[in-house]
C-alpha cells in the first residue's frame, strides 16, 4: 500500500533549528514535497526533491534518499511565524502521478 | 495572475441534503484537484481532473463525484450528505498534473453538516 509517516507534532524554540522527518512507502516514487499550512489557511508549496540530496530555500531545506524511502525538511532560525502543519506528499508514479500525502506535523515554537 | 478561487467559503447543510462546491484554477492550468482535510487528518485525496476528464480517483463513496468544464473550472458535488462530510474541502490547480508540478491550493470551503 502507499503510506506517509511524520510526526504529528514538533515542539522547538524561537531561533532554534528544527527537523521534520517523512518516510514513505509507495510504488513508482517520484519525488517528495513539502507544503505548509497555517492554521485557517491553505497549503503552500515549500520545496521539492526528485533526485537524492539537499535542497535549500532560504531558511529552509529539504533533504531525500530514496534508499531509505526517507525525506526531512529542516527549518532554520525559526521564527513564531513559522508555527504552522507541515505536510510530505509523494508523487505514485504508478497512480498517474496522485500525490499521496502525509497526516501533517504541527510545528509549535515557543519564545 | 489571480490565484485559485473557491466558492462558497463557508456552507453549512443538513443531513440527506446536497451540495455543489466551485473552484476557478489559475488562469491557464489545465489540472484540478480535490482534497478533503479533516482536523488532525492530512489530505485526503477526492480526485483530479484534467482537460475536462477524471484522471484519478481517491477512495471515497459514489455520493462524491466532480466535473470540470472547457474553461477548466471545476465543481464537485456530494449527495445525501452525513455528518462525517464536515470538512474543510480544498481544490488545487497546476498546469498540466505532472509530477514536478506544484499544486497551488485555494482558500477552501469549510462545509458543516448538521
Known amino acids: 500500500g502507499q503510506s506517509l509517516e511524520q510526526p504529528s507534532e514538533v515542539t522547538a524554540v524561537e531561533g532554534a533549528i528544527v527537523q521534520i522527518n517523512c518516510t514513505y512507502q509507495?510504488?513508482?516514487?517520484?519525488?517528495l514535497s513539502w507544503y505548509q499550512q497555517h492554521d485557517g489557511g491553505a497549503p503552500t508549496f515549500l520545496s521539492y526533491?526528485?533526485l537524492d540530496g539537499l535542497e535549500e530555500t532560504g531558511r529552509f531545506s529539504s533533504f531525500l534518499s530514496r534508499s531509505d524511502s526517507y525525506g526531512y525538511l529542516l527549518l532554520q532560525e525559526l521564527q513564531m511565524k513559522d508555527s504552522a502543519s507541515y505536510f510530505c506528499?509523494?508523487?505514485?508514479?504508478?497512480?498517474?502521478?496522485?500525490?499521496?500525502w502525509g497526516a501533517g506535523t504541527k510545528l509549535i515554537i515557543k519564545p | 495572475k489571480a490565484g485559485v478561487t473557491q466558492t462558497p467559503r463557508y456552507l453549512i447543510k443538513t443531513r440527506g441534503q446536497q451540495v455543489t462546491l466551485s473552484c476557478s484554477p489559475i488562469?491557464?492550468?489545465?489540472?484540478v484537484s480535490w482534497y478533503q482535510q479533516t482536523p488532525g487528518q492530512g489530505l485526503q485525496f477526492l480526485f483530479e481532473?484534467?482537460?475536462?476528464?477524471?484522471?484519478n480517483k481517491g477512495n471515497f463513496p459514489g455520493r462524491f463525484s466532480g466535473r470540470q468544464f472547457s474553461n477548466s473550472r471545476s465543481e464537485m458535488n456530494v449527495s445525501t450528505l452525513e455528518l462525517g462530510d464536515s470538512a474543510l474541502y480544498l481544490c488545487?490547480?497546476?498546469?498540466?498534473?505532472?509530477?514536478?508540478?506544484?499544486?497551488?491550493f485555494g482558500p477552501g470551503t469549510r462545509l458543516l453538516v448538521l
Open positions: 488545487a490547480s497546476s498546469f498540466e498534473g505532472g509530477r514536478q508540478e506544484t499544486q497551488y
Open positions: 488562469s491557464g492550468h489545465r489540472s
Open positions: 481532473y484534467f482537460s475536462e476528464t477524471q484522471r
Open positions: 509507495t510504488s513508482g516514487f517520484y519525488g
Open positions: 526533491n526528485g
Open positions: 506528499a509523494v508523487r505514485d508514479g504508478d497512480s498517474n502521478y496522485q500525490l499521496i
